[in-house]
């Protein structure tokens, strides 16, 4: 990936610098991914609450559908699922449209955060094919539930979005807790706990 002459790093409050374009395994702390996430607001903040919807929370969230989905699943898949936004600790959550509207290589930077990330906690460096496909089927999930439960969407337009959920809000458990926005150190504390709930 070509450089550019500006500052490509960030220092992190763990006191890591983090290079974005060239991510070390060794300059991830979850301590740093926890902050940093729990402080992103999920659909650029136009969520209903008095917190913003956190990409933690989200991440929270994912992954008790990935659970409900697949009850047998490892830990490995459960901390591919948790991290699976981990990278918008460096970059934000960009909302789709956007992303379809800039084009251009953000998805090579975010790839490379996450590879890194995922190899500093000891787990393949990319999902594999069917388990992108399960992650990805509760992350859409996931993004129904806060659309009509937050964001002002009408459940017909959700579904056009984001497809039919395969399980209705009240089958997940302690749905009410999940989707309601947690204060930012309760989404942190939260992500934290969920990451070392999962045993490998």
């Known amino acids: 990936m070509a450089r550019t002459s500006g500052r490509a790093w960030q220092r992190m ?16 702390e979850l301590s740093d991914i926890a902050h940093g996430l729990a402080r992103v607001a999920r659909w650029n903040g136009q969520t209903l609450g008095d917190y913003p919807f956190s990409v933690a929370q989200h991440s929270v969230l994912v992954l008790e559908l990935f ?15 948790l991290l699976h936004d981990a990278p918008e600790y460096v970059m934000g959550d960009i909302i789709s449209p956007f992303k379809a509207a800039m084009g251009g290589n953000y998805k090579d930077v975010e790839n490379r955060l996450l590879s890194a990330i995922y190899l500093r906690f000891s787990l393949p460096s990319a999902q594999t094919g069917a388990l992108a496909k399960l992650i990805k089927k509760a992350d859409r999930e996931a993004a129904f539930f806060e659309a009509i439960h937050l964001a002002g969407f009408e459940d017909t337009e959700a579904r056009k979005l984001f497809g039919e959920p395969s399980m209705p809000a009240f089958d997940v458990e302690a749905f009410d807790r999940l989707i309601r926005p947690w204060p930012t150190r309760e989404a942190h504390d939260r992500f934290v706990d969920a990451f070392d709930s999962i045993a490998l």
């Open 13 to 28: 409050l763990s006191g890591r610098r983090l290079d974005i374009l060239d991510p070390s395994p060794m300059d991830v």
């Open 67 to 81: 659970r409900a989905h697949n009850p047998d699943c490892d830990g490995i898949s459960q901390l591919q699922a």
